[in-house]
């Protein structure tokens, strides 16, 4: 159960209040830091993934708590960075992603109910979004955001183009799911 790859998971998870301390510390390190972290935890997350296919290391416990991790990163990472940038243009399109992972969670948890969670499974455009928001995020740690306004630009950008692939991917999982939803499968 605690193989390499469950245990990369579980340094992902134990990232999370580091980078909340990191971020909000009192030091000048403090933003090159968190972006750090939360990179790393992006580099973990493909890496575990890698070493449990690689070396057919895949558990239910894995299978269960990678992506919960992953969404409880992003989460953070983003209400962390809602609180900072205390703007509606930020608070948006961080709201829509927090929200879609919700939503896509449960709706994965209720296929597998009906044992019809391939149906749901991670697509291309599921990737592209998560390394779109993972690069979001690590050039919003990186700054002040009341400083290195082009920097923060490219971070809105991408976060943005991240919150259209969001809503993009959950129209795709919802139109997957909907003849079940409907009750018509």
Known sequence: MFNIANQLTLVRIAFIPLLVVVYYSPFEWRFLTSAAL????GITDWLDGYIARKYNLTTPFGAFLDPVADKLMVAVALAVLIQ??????????????????IVISALREWMAELGKRAKVAVSI??????????????????????????INVVGYITLYAAAMLTLWSMFVYLRAAWPSLRGHD
Do not use: N
Not at 38 to 41: C, P, S, T, V
């Open 125 to 150: 455009v599921g990737k592209v979004k998560t390394t779109l928001q993972i690069i979001a995020i690590v050039v919003l740690l990186m700054v002040d955001p009341k400083g290195h306004y082009w």
């Open 84 to 101: 900072s940038h205390s703007s509606v243009w930020f608070t948006l399109p961080a709201t829509v992603i927090i929200c879609r992972e």
């Open 38 to 41: 939360f990179g790393l935890a």
